[in-house]
C-alpha cells in the first residue's frame, strides 16, 4: 500500500525533477508486454487557461495551463481505441529553458494536476523558473478518463466497516467475500481496460506526453510508487530521459505481494516508534509513560469503538485509518495524539470526529487504480491459504497494527479478473544519464532496503539518504540539506561519486514537538497537504 499524500481510506486502513528527445523507441520492454509495433504521431497539445479550482479534485490550478491528450488504450493497437490524459504545465519563465519534467505523486492511483504549482513554490526560484512543470493525472485517474471507481460499499458501506483484524474463520471469510465481490464489480465495470492498467501501460503513457510535448528527452520527478514508475519508462526508454528524481524507492524485486508484507513489518516498527513519543509526553496526553501502556490505551480505545463506533461510522477499522497516517510521516502525530487522549481519557469523541473523514471520491478512485495496477503488474497469490498463512504469521510474531488491514487492502488482487504479471523489467542502461534517488531510513511505506536495490539496478544512480528518515516522500518537504541537494541536482550540478551504499546523507530532523491551539492545528493541516 502506497499513496500520495501518506493516507487511505480504504477497506481495512484509510492512503513530489529535471528536464529533458525524438530518437527510436527501440529500448527492451517489459516481459510479456511488448512495444508498440507502430507509433503513430500525436496531436499537438492545445494548451489554455486552467479554471482556478479543479472541479474533479477540488486542488487549486490558478495559474496553470491546462490540456487533454488522447492516448491508445492498448498501445500496441495505436489506431484502436483511444482514452484521454488530463495535463497540467507550469511554464518557464527563464530566458533559456531547460525542458520539461513530468511529475508523479505516486499511488498508484494518485492524481497529479496541481503538482507543478506546488514544484514552483517550493524550489529556489531559479530552479523553478528554468523548467516547465508537467503534471498530469495517469489513465484511469482523477480527471483522465475514463476514470475507474468500482464498488464504492468496499470503503465506504456507509456505516463503522467489519472490524479488518477477523475474529474467527467466519469474519475472515466474509471479508474474504467483500474482496471478491469488489474484485468481480471492477470486472463487470471496466472488464475491456483493467488488461491495460500496469505500470508498462503508464510508462508508454508517459512516452506518449513526450511526444505531444515536442521534447527530444524528459525530466521525470515521482514519489513512492512514482519511482516505479519512473524506473519502468528509464528501462524502456534509455534514450529519452534526460534526468529523474526518484523519492521514496519501490523495491523492484518485490513487487507486489512481498512489498507489502515487508511493509507490515515497518510499520508496526513505526506505529511502536510514535506511541514511545507518545509516553514521553505523558502529562500532557496521559496515555501512559511507556510505549507499551500507550499500546494498551490504543487497544482500550479501539475495543471501545468496535463495542459502539462513534455516530455509528467510526469504528477500530477506522481508528486505524487515521493512526496509519502517523506511519507514514510524523506531520500529524500532534494532532491525533490529542484526539485518542480526549477518546481514552475524557470519552470526547469530538477531536476524533475532526481526524476521521469518510472517503471521497477522490480516494475512491484512487483505491480502485491503486488495485487496477498493482493487480495487472504481477501475479498475486490465488490461494487463500497463501493469505492467511502469512498474515497469520505476521501478526502472531507481533506484527499487529498493519498486517490484516493491509491484506484487506489487496485482497482483490486474489480475485482479479485480468492477470497479472510478469511485473516490467526494471534495469538502468549504462547510457543513462545520472538519477538521483532519495531515501528516508526508517521509511515505513518503501522500506531502505527498497533504494539500495534501486541504486545497485541504475549503475548512472547517486543514492541521496535522510539518516534517521522516517517521513515517506523526502524532497521538498523543509529539510535544506535534502531539498539544497536535490535543487543542485536540478540547477545542473555535481553529484558524489557512485559507491555501494549511501553516496552522500543528510541527517533527520528531530520528531515534531507537541502543542496545542489552533495555530498549530493550522501548520498540520498544511504539512499535510504537501
Known sequence: ????????????????????????????????????????????????????????????????????????????????????????????????????????????????????????????????????????????VGASRPELICDPSYQDPGRARADTIPANAREERAWTARAGAYARDCGRRYGKVLPHMGTADGARDMEAIRRALGEKKIGYFGYSYGTYLGAVYATMYPGRVRGMVLDSVVKPSGVWYENNLDQNVAFEKRIRAYFAWIARHHRLYGLGDTEKKVAASYARARAALKAKPVDGKIGPSELDDVFLADGYADYSWPAHARALSALAVRHDAGPLRKAWQPPTRLDLNNYTVYGAVQCRDAAWPRGWARWHADSERLFRTGYRFETWSNTWYNAPCAFWPAQGGPPPRVRGAASLPPILLVQGTEDAATPYPGALEMHRRFPTSRLLVQTGGHNHGVALSGDTCVDGKVAAYLAGGGLPPNRPGADATCKAGPPPQPAAGKRHDRAERAAARR
Open 1 to 140: 500500500m502506497l499513496n500520495d499524500a501518506g493516507r487511505r481510506t480504504a477497506a481495512g486502513t484509510a492512503a513530489a525533477a529535471v528536464a529533458l528527445g525524438a530518437a527510436a523507441m527501440a529500448a527492451p520492454a517489459a516481459a510479456a508486454l511488448p512495444a508498440a509495433r507502430t507509433v503513430l504521431k500525436p496531436p499537438a497539445l492545445a494548451w489554455k487557461p486552467c479554471p482556478d479550482k479543479d472541479p474533479v479534485e477540488g486542488a487549486r490550478l490558478k495559474g496553470l495551463q491546462c490540456a487533454s491528450l488522447r492516448v491508445p488504450l492498448d498501445h500496441a493497437r495505436p489506431a484502436g481505441e483511444k482514452i484521454t490524459l488530463e495535463l497540467t504545465r507550469a511554464r518557464h519563465t527563464a530566458a533559456k529553458s531547460r525542458g520539461a519534467v513530468l511529475l508523479n505523486r505516486g499511488g498508484p492511483g494518485a492524481h497529479g494536476r496541481d503538482l507543478p504549482a506546488f514544484f514552483k513554490r517550493s524550489l529556489p526560484a531559479e530552479v523553478a523558473a528554468s523548467y516547465d512543470w508537467i503534471g498530469f493525472d495517469p489513465r484511469g
